[in-house]
């Protein structure tokens, strides 16, 4: 078992800033891919960052690439989601999840195990 607790959300103004954090706890955490997906009211969630347990690569959906940096501290099993220059469309509870496999990144049938989400807001 993984269990994942996220931090950081809250409410922004537009162009502004958060750090998003997700620490786990339970099994090794330096073996799992670790994404971050979002979900805004009546839509479907949707992948918006991850980061491979195997090469250290990230990848991005193309709505948050260049505004998004997700990084991962082995030693403390945390990832973060560093994110700037928040738009209005941004709004929506941010989800980290942990993926044992390097592959199906955007896929949340991959991840096995999920946190309870943290809010973003973004006001205009």
């Known amino acids: 078992q993984v269990q994942l607790v996220e931090s950081g959300g809250g409410l922004v103004q537009a162009g502004g800033s958060l750090r998003l954090s997700c620490i786990a706890s339970?099994?090794?955490?330096?073996?799992?891919?670790m994404g971050w997906f979002r979900q805004a009211p009546g839509k479907e969630r949707e992948f918006v960052a991850a980061?491979?347990?195997?090469?250290?690569?990230?990848y991005y959906a193309d709505s948050v690439k260049g505004r998004f940096t997700i990084s991962r501290d082995n030693a403390k099993n945390t990832v973060y989601l560093q994110m700037n220059s928040l738009k209005p469309e941004d709004t929506a509870v941010y989800y980290c999840?942990?993926?044992?496999?390097?592959?199906?990144?955007?896929?949340?049938?991959?991840?096995?195990?999920w946190g309870q989400g943290t809010q973003v807001t973004v006001s205009s």
């Open positions: 980061i491979t347990w195997s090469t250290i690569t990230p």
């Open positions: 999840a942990a993926n044992p496999k390097d592959y199906g990144l955007a896929n949340t049938q991959y991840y096995d195990y």
């Open positions: 339970g099994r090794t955490f330096s073996s799992y891919t």
